[in-house]
């Protein structure tokens, strides 16, 4: 039994290994000297125990800082979970957090629930009025931009310059840091689902925060406690990913536009939300603000009767939440992605029951437009 514990293996002649391998353990011996102790007390540790960190872990977080241009990243065990983490590690009770009315299905929970639970105040506004609607007394300001799923743009060197002594985190999943750095524009903290865009392949669920080191090391004593482990696979499966990051980002952002202007133009469509079309509320902030505009969108036909016939016609496009993968996916964000919301929160996050959400894929063009087409044609103009 002993033996089978601890097996002999020779070692090997050979090179070093051109791919990081998975580090699949949960814990790592350590030395037999003070070092020990400074393994154990360091933020981050990548050979201690996995809920403190991986090797793995390390060399995501090492490309997806280099990616947003900052100091530190730390990657957890979902987009939630860095939400959660960057807001918990910087709220207080009787602080006020400052927040728009559109956002992500878990962070209006967590907005609206969960942090006035623990005494915290948040004030949530239009996403327009972010800005004007600092106060003095506002500690943390929480922005998502662009929105889910209107695809509202946030100014965010307005924000800055209107909350200079607040703590500014943004959600960057929908632009990624191939479209905006917000890091550039003054915010403190950026969250992201890297389930989405960084790891693009729609198999792997984390989630990053990125900003100064001193505020990531925040965030990761919040992570340490709550247990969001990204675990050392995923974190390998991500690595493999942001190899391709910017290959799939030109093709999304190409696609995206294409199908865009392919719904503007249909008579069966009446309102489509996406930045880069000239008509958008927000397009001439998103030229300035965006190097790109990703390959999500939203548009809305005629009711919710015509919106569910469109999505049952479609062939290519997959009906599925989550966004950012090589496939095509529609979804119909009142009943299924904004599911835990009331009627009154939908109204105020923007989601008409006759809208529907697109992230297009990496599928020809042209296929993704016919598929529409032919799923848009059994509804009346």
């Given at each position: 039994?002993?033996?089978?514990?601890?097996?002999?293996?020779?070692?090997?002649?050979?090179?070093?290994?051109?791919?990081?391998?998975?580090?699949?353990?949960?814990?790592?011996?350590?030395?037999?000297?003070?070092?020990?102790?400074?393994?154990?007390?360091?933020?981050?540790?990548?050979?201690?125990?996995?809920?403190?960190?991986?090797?793995?872990?390390?060399?995501?977080?090492?490309?997806?800082?280099?990616?947003?241009?900052?100091?530190?990243?730390?990657?957890?065990?979902?987009?939630?979970?860095?939400?959660?983490?960057?807001?918990?590690?910087?709220?207080?009770?009787?602080?006020?957090?400052?927040?728009?009315?559109?956002?992500?299905?878990?962070?209006?929970?967590?907005?609206?629930?969960?942090?006035?639970?623990?005494?915290?105040?948040?004030?949530?506004?239009?996403?327009?009025?972010?800005?004007?609607?600092?106060?003095?007394?506002?500690?943390?300001?929480?922005?998502?931009?662009?929105?889910?799923?209107?695809?509202?743009?946030?100014?965010?060197?307005?924000?800055?310059?209107?909350?200079?002594?607040?703590?500014?985190?943004?959600?960057?999943?929908?632009?990624?840091?191939?479209?905006?750095?917000?890091?550039?524009?003054?915010?403190?903290?950026?969250?992201?689902?890297?389930?989405?865009?960084?790891?693009?392949?729609s198999d792997v669920t984390a989630g990053v925060v990125t900003g100064s080191a001193a505020l990531v090391a925040k965030a990761w004593e919040t992570a340490r406690?709550?247990?969001?482990?990204?675990?050392?696979?995923?974190?390998?499966?991500?690595?493999?990913?942001?190899?391709?990051?910017?290959?799939?980002?030109?093709?999304?952002?190409?696609?995206?536009?294409?199908?865009?202007?392919?719904?503007?133009?249909?008579?069966?469509?009446?309102?489509?939300?996406?930045?880069?079309?000239?008509?958008?509320?927000?397009?001439?902030?998103?030229?300035?603000?965006?190097?790109?505009?990703?390959?999500?969108?939203?548009?809305?036909?005629?009711?919710?009767?015509?919106?569910?016939?469109?999505?049952?016609?479609?062939?290519?496009?997959?009906?599925?939440?989550?966004?950012?993968?090589?496939e095509t996916l529609i979804t119909h964000p009142a009943s299924l992605v904004f599911a835990h919301q009331s009627e009154a929160e939908l109204a105020e996050s923007?989601?008409?029951?006759?809208?529907?959400?697109?992230?297009?894929?990496?599928?020809?063009?042209?296929?993704?437009?016919?598929?529409?087409?032919?799923?848009?044609?059994?509804?009346?103009?």
């Amino acid at each position: 039994m002993t033996r089978l514990l601890h097996p002999h293996v020779a070692p090997q002649p050979g090179g070093t290994p051109l791919v990081t391998p998975i580090h699949q353990t949960s814990t790592y011996e350590l030395p037999r000297t003070a070092e020990a102790a400074q393994i154990a007390a360091a933020v981050a540790p990548g050979g201690y125990y996995t809920r403190y960190g991986s090797p793995n872990a390390r060399e995501a977080e090492a490309m997806l800082a280099d990616l947003d241009g900052a100091e530190a990243a730390l990657l957890v065990g979902s987009g939630m979970a860095a939400v959660s983490a960057a807001l918990l590690s910087t709220v207080v009770a009787g602080g006020e957090v400052l927040a728009q009315r559109s956002h992500y299905t878990g962070t209006l929970t967590l907005l609206g629930t969960m942090l006035p639970a623990f005494g915290v105040d948040v004030r949530l506004v239009p996403q327009e009025d972010l800005a004007a609607a600092v106060r003095p007394s506002t500690r943390v300001v929480y922005v998502e931009t662009p929105s889910n799923p209107t695809m509202t743009v946030t100014d965010l060197a307005a924000v800055r310059a209107a909350a200079p002594d607040a703590v500014i985190i943004a959600d960057n999943t929908f632009a990624t840091p191939y479209n905006t750095r917000p890091l550039e524009f003054g915010v403190d903290l950026v969250v992201q689902s890297a389930t989405k865009y960084l790891n693009g392949h729609s198999d792997v669920t984390a989630g990053v925060v990125t900003g100064s080191a001193a505020l990531v090391a925040k965030a990761w004593e919040t992570a340490r406690v709550l247990g969001p482990v990204c675990h050392p696979f995923e974190a390998w499966l991500l690595a493999r990913g942001l190899k391709t990051f910017p290959l799939r980002m030109a093709r999304h952002n190409a696609s995206g536009l294409a199908v865009a202007r392919f719904l503007a133009a249909h008579p069966a469509v009446r309102a489509v939300h996406h930045p880069g079309l000239p008509d958008h509320p927000q397009h001439e902030l998103a030229a300035r603000q965006m190097d790109g505009f990703g390959g999500m969108l939203a548009f809305t036909v005629a009711d919710a009767d015509a919106a569910v016939r469109v999505l049952r016609a479609t062939r290519l496009c997959r009906n599925a939440v989550s966004l950012g993968g090589p496939e095509t996916l529609i979804t119909h964000p009142a009943s299924l992605v904004f599911a835990h919301q009331s009627e009154a929160e939908l109204a105020e996050s923007g989601v008409d029951a006759a809208m529907l959400r697109l992230s297009v894929g990496l599928e020809e063009p042209a296929d993704i437009i016919a598929d529409l087409a032919a799923a848009l044609s059994t509804v009346d103009p």
